[in-house]
């Protein structure tokens, strides 16, 4: 959904899939929509922003396909109370029934196809999600942010999800009127964004789990951001001590006590992370010249700490891009 507003409510009811695909245009671009019963069509769309976040509640006793050329950027929580959800993701297709509680990234499905039930949906963006994990964690995320693809209906996640749902369109009236100030806008999408990132499993959850209670104190925080940005440099201890401004004992203490590891070790892992991204994401460059852009100079060496870290060998990763 575009964001017209910081806060906007809209319900579209239609029976011909020509006149939805109008009617959806202005608020999520082109969009190709066919009925799961022939030429009939019977659907009622409830969407709701506020802060970024939007729902969505989709009612259809015909199913419905919706096919869109500028998906949503960002993360869908998926409840199917009733009936059953198809999703195209590349060249694979993914499928939950009743009951079912589905994590997707929005921008990488190609279609939805909906049978006949009923269904909520809540999608935060991508953009407020990375910003707060990189909040929570106190350093850049470098590596895409992966969801579980199926949650428990009784996980904390998947219930302040449907909280959330349940006030964004409680913040309406009947004809679609906001009655909620646009501050409290703000603080919704905050709780949405919470949902996902504490609420439901990824492949950050661990780390989330175990960082130290309250922020860390400011020298760390400073070797932080030094390292950050000179990673690519060759860089020691005693550098990111004296950025810093404290003594090497006293960096070190404050890794160990909140960030559960050393400086040095801090730092092979922002490179590997930085490898691993530019091997998904950057140029053509070979995997050796990536290595060495992230101070690996030994391949041999590099290749096995990367297994250790990301559980594949740096070709396999390179592969993923290429598939």
């Known amino acids: 959904m575009t964001e017209r507003a910081e806060i906007h409510a809209e319900t579209v009811i239609a029976s011909d899939a020509d006149e939805l695909s109008a009617r959806l245009r202005s608020i999520r671009g082109n969009v190709a929509v066919e009925s799961g019963r022939g030429d009939h069509l019977d659907v009622r769309l409830a969407s709701s922003l506020a802060g970024g976040a939007v729902t969505h509640q989709i009612q259809t006793t015909t199913g419905v396909r919706f096919r869109f050329d500028s998906p949503f950027d960002g993360y869908a929580l998926v409840l199917l109370h009733e009936g059953g959800l198809r999703a195209r993701i590349g060249q694979q297709e993914r499928a939950w029934s009743t009951g079912a509680c589905a994590v997707l990234e929005a921008t990488q499905v190609r279609q939805w196809q909906w049978q006949a039930g009923s269904y909520d949906i809540l999608l935060v963006g991508a953009n407020d999600i990375t910003q707060r994990l990189s909040t929570l964690l106190e350093t850049p995320v470098t590596r895409p942010l992966m969801f579980q693809a199926e949650v428990s209906p009784e996980s904390d996640g998947v219930r302040l999800g449907g909280a959330v749902m349940q006030l964004m369109q409680s913040c309406f009236g009947d004809d679609g009127s906001r009655v909620t100030a646009m501050a409290t806008a703000a603080s919704i999408r905050d709780v949405a964004v919470g949902a996902f990132l504490e609420g439901l499993p990824h492949n950050y959850s661990d780390r989330l789990l175990g960082r130290a209670p309250g922020p860390s104190p400011r020298h760390v925080r400073s070797a932080i951001e030094f390292i950050h940005a000179y990673a690519r440099d060759s860089i020691f201890v005693e550098d990111i001590a004296k950025a810093a401004g404290v003594s090497v004992r006293a960096l070190q203490v404050g890794f160990a006590t909140f960030k559960n590891t050393t400086p040095m070790a801090y730092l092979k ?53 290429r598939r």
């Open 269 to 321: 892992r922002i490179r590997l992370e930085g490898v691993r991204n530019e091997l998904l994401h950057g140029d053509h460059a070979s995997i050796a010249e990536v290595a060495m852009r992230w101070g690996f100079k030994h391949l041999g060496t590099f290749a096995k700490v990367y297994r250790d870290a990301f559980g594949e060998l740096p070709s396999q990763t390179r592969r993923i891009t």
